[in-house]
């Protein structure tokens, strides 16, 4: 027939119970090759149905943190030693042992890089976005073409209402979404306009301190740590010499081990695939009715080649899905998108484990001269160095999650609609069916 809906391949909607689908098994049926899927426009170069979509995981992109500066405190213990040498205000007299130790130290602060590391993984996750389950019908085979019957549904680009036909007003905003097999059509609606992975982390995400070291700079004393001052006994002030024992005194670098902690939030992100807005027009004349001609938009289950006579391609849906709107300027409206990208702001929480470092000292041995040219010598020596443990703390960082496709499972269709034909006998009945002119 050609202007009605093709026997083969054309689909409609229908919001009622499976149990009272008009004409069951006679004229229409459940298509049950949609059940629990999003119906997606398909490319130009369509060539069968196919099915795709459903869960997806994310993978968290290598990224480091800062620690936060940190220091240390670290003293040597005191040491006594024997000179050699005469006393100054003595001569012939040995000099007496001298004992002398070193001011404590507080390093300079110093900031850690933790590794970087992609060790987590967001488990799958279907997102669906807010859609509206029905159930789509299809025509029985070698019952013939179809007119739309009582309160079928199909969709529109045309803000001029044609007549027996209202908006449903529950499809507003919502995706449409194929019922499970034998179930029946559920108006309340369902699934977000945004999703996040909170849920089902596959393993712990974690760092690693780098090595790092610091650099001491002695308390009260501008000098490097290693510097401080020795009397020769029994000198007076115009004979106080600087003895320089330490000339290298400095810190192993330490690392913080693994510092592991789970990321409770990946970010927000919306839940809608690419889609065009069209008006969901149902039936409410309380008969069969002819699609209206420029205006009546259905999926079709084909090749494009096989588009029947009194159709076209609705090449504005193209590679979209549908979502439904029943304001009139919002029809053929455009947006969401069927990549996504999470970002995760994160700190861990906590802080690394207390670590040391090792303080490095070389040995020496260095005079000190008198006020009358004696010499004093002082033998090689070494202190006990103690180093204070610290805690690093890390800050947060905001990577990026690996990008994703985020449609929930679908099947695809041609989007195709009724061509406008010249009205020449206006609107009239025939066989109990009403005719709108094309």
Same mark, same amino acid.
Request: charged share 15%; with cysteine.
């Given at each position: 027939?050609?202007n009605l809906?093709?026997?083969?391949?054309?689909?409609?909607?229908?919001?009622?119970?499976?149990?009272?689908?008009?004409s069951?098994?006679?004229?229409?049926?459940?298509d049950a090759?949609?059940?629990?899927?999003?119906l997606?426009?398909?490319?130009?170069?369509?060539?069968?149905?196919?099915?795709?979509?459903?869960?997806?995981?994310?993978?968290?992109? $290598?990224?480091?943190?800062? @620690?936060?500066?940190?220091?240390?405190?670290f003293?040597?213990?005191?040491i006594?030693?024997?000179?050699? #040498?005469?006393?100054?205000?003595?001569?012939?007299?040995?000099?007496?042992?001298?004992t002398? #130790?070193?001011? $404590?130290?507080i390093?300079?602060?110093?900031a850690?890089?933790?590794?970087?590391?992609d060790?987590?993984?967001?488990?799958?996750?279907?997102?669906?976005?807010?859609? !509206?389950?029905?159930?789509?019908?299809?025509v029985?085979?070698?019952?013939?073409?179809?007119?739309?019957? $009582?309160?079928?549904?199909?969709?529109?680009?045309?803000?001029?209402?044609?007549?027996?036909?209202?908006?449903?007003?529950?499809?507003?905003?919502?995706?449409?979404?194929?019922?499970?097999?034998?179930? $029946?059509?559920?108006?309340?609606g369902d @699934?977000s306009?945004?999703?996040?992975?909170?849920t089902?982390?596959?393993?712990?995400? @974690?760092?690693?301190?780098?090595?790092?070291?610091?650099?001491?700079?002695?308390?009260?004393?501008?000098?490097?740590?290693?510097q401080?001052?020795?009397?020769?006994?029994?000198?007076?002030?115009?004979?106080?010499?600087?003895?320089?024992?330490?000339?290298?005194?400095?810190?192993d670098?330490?690392?913080?081990?693994?510092?592991?902690?789970?990321?409770?939030?990946?970010?927000?992100?919306?839940?809608?695939p690419?889609?065009?807005?069209?008006?969901?027009?149902?039936?409410?004349?309380?008969?069969?009715?002819?699609?209206?001609g420029?205006s009546?938009?259905?999926?079709?289950i084909?090749?494009?080649?096989?588009?029947?006579?009194?159709?076209?391609?609705?090449?504005?849906?193209?590679?979209?899905?549908?979502?439904?709107?029943?304001?009139?300027?919002?029809?053929?409206?455009?947006?969401?998108?069927?990549?996504?990208?999470?970002?995760?702001?994160?700190?861990?929480g906590?802080?690394?484990?207390?670590?040391?470092?090792?303080?490095?000292v070389?040995?020496?041995?260095k005079?000190?001269?008198?006020?009358?040219?004696?010499?004093i010598?002082?033998?090689?020596h070494?202190?006990?160095?103690?180093?204070?443990?610290?805690?690093?703390?890390?800050?947060?960082a905001?990577?990026?999650l690996e990008?994703?496709?985020?449609?929930?499972?679908?099947?695809?269709? !041609?989007?195709?609609?009724?061509?406008?034909?010249?009205?020449?006998?206006?609107?009239?009945?025939?066989?109990?069916?009403l005719?709108?002119?094309?």
């Amino acid at each position: 027939m050609g202007n009605l809906i093709p026997e083969t391949g054309g689909r409609i909607f229908w919001t009622g119970t499976n149990a009272n689908i008009p004409s069951r098994g006679v004229l229409w049926e459940e298509d049950a090759a949609f059940a629990d899927r999003y119906l997606q426009g398909d490319t130009v170069t369509y060539a069968g149905p196919a099915n795709a979509g459903g869960s997806h995981t994310h993978t968290l992109t $290598d990224h480091t943190h800062l @620690g936060v500066a940190h220091s240390h405190t670290f003293s040597g213990s005191a040491i006594t030693f024997s000179t050699t #040498g005469a006393d100054l205000n003595d001569p012939g007299t040995d000099a007496a042992d001298e004992t002398h #130790g070193h001011p $404590d130290v507080i390093t300079t602060p110093t900031a850690v890089t933790t590794y970087s590391t992609d060790a987590m993984t967001f488990i799958g996750k279907e997102t669906h976005p807010e859609h !509206i389950r029905l159930i789509v019908l299809k025509v029985v085979a070698a019952a013939g073409d179809q007119y739309i019957p $009582d309160d079928g549904v199909v969709l529109s680009n045309n803000a001029n209402l044609p007549t027996g036909f209202t908006k449903v007003a529950a499809l507003h905003g919502k995706f449409l979404r194929a019922v499970s097999s034998g179930e $029946d059509s559920d108006l309340g609606g369902d @699934g977000s306009a945004t999703h996040q992975h909170i849920t089902g982390i596959v393993d712990l995400h @974690g760092h690693t301190a780098n090595a790092h070291t610091h650099t001491g700079i002695a308390s009260g004393d501008t000098g490097d740590a290693e510097q401080h001052t020795v009397l020769a006994r029994g000198g007076t002030p115009t004979s106080t010499h600087s003895l320089n024992h330490h000339p290298s005194v400095s810190m192993d670098g330490a690392t913080s081990g693994n510092l592991t902690d789970q990321i409770d939030a990946s970010g927000f992100t919306s839940s809608e695939p690419a889609f065009i807005e069209l008006l969901p027009l149902q039936n409410t004349s309380g008969g069969d009715v002819a699609p209206f001609g420029g205006s009546t938009i259905i999926p079709y289950i084909a090749a494009h080649g096989t588009i029947p006579a009194g159709w076209e391609f609705y090449a504005a849906g193209d590679g979209l899905q549908v979502k439904c709107t029943t304001t009139d300027g919002d029809v053929e409206d455009t947006g969401g998108d069927n990549n996504h990208v999470h970002t995760s702001s994160h700190g861990h929480g906590q802080t690394f484990q207390p670590h040391l470092h090792t303080a490095t000292v070389s040995n020496s041995s260095k005079l000190v001269r008198g006020g009358f040219d004696d010499v004093i010598a002082a033998p090689s020596h070494t202190h006990t160095w103690t180093v204070t443990t610290s805690l690093l703390t890390i800050a947060e960082a905001t990577p990026e999650l690996e990008t994703e496709d985020k449609r929930a499972a679908y099947r695809t269709v !041609i989007w195709i609609q009724k061509k406008r034909k010249r009205a020449t006998d206006g609107t009239h009945h025939k066989s109990g069916r009403l005719v709108l002119a094309a």
